[in-house]
């Protein structure tokens, strides 16, 4: 081999080398782009976003190893970071998310949660990030609706966008994202029904709906869901019956559906079921309490109040294993309180407003 050939292969490598171990100039661009449009006047998180290299030392950029493309972005307006121990202030941060963001297309991961300022919508070019896993935009104040197509997002398994002002309804195409584990709507103002075909998330653990204003009934497709232990859906609009099966998910633990309007009765399987947290206060619920508790009842919580539960308070609760708080005050309970260790701790206000309730805590039968 001549010099010179070996001249140009060393020129050509080191070209090569040079490019690849940095971020590529188009997504070095679009995040200035997307740093232009959003303002962050405390802490100064953007003055490390300076220089070609975004895969170094720019705050909040992470790259993949191998192909130096923007992998991870991961802004928290709450963390233990220095940056924030230094200003002695939690993040603020106002301006939009810029759509140029989807130009970087092996994003794996988005966070820009807990700026309590940004606003504008989610651009809705994020359903084509084919390789998106993680889309966390939690506390800020985004508007208009959840990108219609999201259901795109094959590799997605947390979608958490809580505490926005989002409207609009939950995307048909949701039901679509196989992937996805962790689902975090809450406190936002999306209405309108949840999707028939909902227990199709097979993969769910975590379905956090509460505070919006969904309506109609919910899904009887849900406890296909096996994997699900935390199921949210409280201070909505909800209507209709509590659907028994519910009270048979094989992890189900934590139940809350207080705040709905609810009606029917209790079924009986959630009082004998993994459930330990359940709330069903402040409903429409009609009849008894079902008299099915049993040594697999275990409450680290049960709240029925608020609800037009009536008779007696059934015997077989003092065969639950354990009851750590329990509510059925504001009903039309009647009769004496059980005895047993699971009430010996309660107090009154577990108990009041009710029709003809008595026994400890209350007054004597
Ligand atoms: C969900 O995915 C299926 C299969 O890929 C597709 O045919 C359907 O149109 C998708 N549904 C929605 C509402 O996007
Ligand atoms: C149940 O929900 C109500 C609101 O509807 C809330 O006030 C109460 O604290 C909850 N109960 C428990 C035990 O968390």
């Known amino acids: 081999m001549g010099f010179t050939s070996l001249l140009y292969i060393s020129a050509v490598f080191l070209t090569l080398s040079s490019v690849s171990n940095a971020c590529p100039p188009s997504d070095r661009a679009a995040l200035l782009a997307f740093k232009a449009a959003l303002h962050e006047p405390y802490l100064g998180i953007f003055n490390s976003w ?14 993949d190893q191998e192909t130096y493309r923007v992998a991870d972005i991961n802004l928290r307006g709450e963390s233990e970071d220095p940056i924030f121990e230094k200003a002695h202030r939690a993040g603020y941060m106002t301006g939009t998310i810029s759509p140029e963001i989807c130009k970087l297309t092996r994003l794996s991961s988005l966070t820009i949660a807990d700026w309590k300022g940004i606003s504008g919508t989610i651009p809705p070019c994020i359903a084509s990030l084919p390789f998106l896993r993680i889309l966390d935009l939690i506390g800020n104040r985004l508007t208009g609706e959840i990108p219609a197509d ?17 409207s609009g309804t939950i995307p048909r195409s949701l ?19 949840i999707p028939r075909n909902f227990g199709q998330l097979r993969m769910l653990s975590r379905a956090l709906l509460s505070k919006n204003k969904l309506n109609g009934p919910i899904p009887y497709s849900i406890p296909y869901i096996y994997r699900l232990s935390d199921l949210d859906l409280s201070f909505n609009q909800l209507s209709g019956p509590i659907p028994d099966s519910l009270g048979k998910m094989a992890v189900l633990a934590t139940l809350n559906l207080d705040g709905n309007q609810l009606s029917g009765t209790i079924p009986p399987t959630l009082i004998n079921s993994r459930i ?6 402040r409903n429409g619920l009609e009849g008894y309490i079902p008299d099915a508790f049993g040594p697999r009842s275990y409450f680290s919580a049960l709240d029925l109040s608020f609800n037009k539960l009536k008779g007696r308070i059934p015997k077989s609760i003092s065969s639950a294993t354990y009851i750590g708080h329990l509510d059925v005050s504001h009903n039309h309970l009647c009769g004496p309180i059980p005895t047993g260790s699971p009430f010996d701790h309660l107090e009154a206000s577990s108990f009041t407003y009710n029709d003809c309730l008595c026994g400890k805590p209350l007054r004597t039968c």
Do not use: E, F, K, P
Request: glycine share 8%.
């Open 50 to 63: 300076t220089g070609t290299d975004c895969c170094h030392n720019w705050y909040g950029v992470s790259c």
């Open 276 to 281: 330990s947290i359940l709330n069903l206060s």
């Open 150 to 166: 999201i259901g795109r997002l094959s590799r997605l398994s947390v979608l958490n966008v809580a505490d926005n002002q989002l």
């Open 175 to 193: 039901t679509n994202l196989s992937s996805l584990m962790h689902l975090d709507l809450r406190s936002n103002i999306i209405s309108g029904t």
